[in-house]
């Protein structure tokens, strides 16, 4: 059985122990981009939970699909 919990821990720790993961791209004023390494705050990254068990399957499917849709942005942490 998959402990949301823990795993949200856990990774919120990688992300608070490496600025790797806490690193952005950012467009200066003159258009260059350059990286912005964000403090540790343990709002960065939450679980997204979906309590699929009442849906059908191709309910989730249309929400793999939506979710794989979504823009990546760059400027946002995580990058993951």
Do not use: M, W
């Not at 720790?13 to 790797?20: C, D, G, K, M, V």
């Not at 003159?30 to 912005?36: A, E, S």
């Amino acid at each position: 059985v998959l402990d949301e919990f823990k795993l949200e821990s856990a990774l919120q720790y990688l992300i608070a122990r490496h600025e790797s993961l806490r690193t952005v791209f950012v467009e200066t004023e003159d258009g260059f981009p350059t990286q912005k390494v964000y403090p540790y705050e343990s709002h960065l990254f939450k679980l997204h939970r979906i309590n699929a068990q009442a849906l059908t399957k191709q309910e989730i499917d249309k929400i793999i699909y939506e979710f794989a849709q979504r823009p990546f942005d760059l400027s946002c942490p995580p990058l993951f």
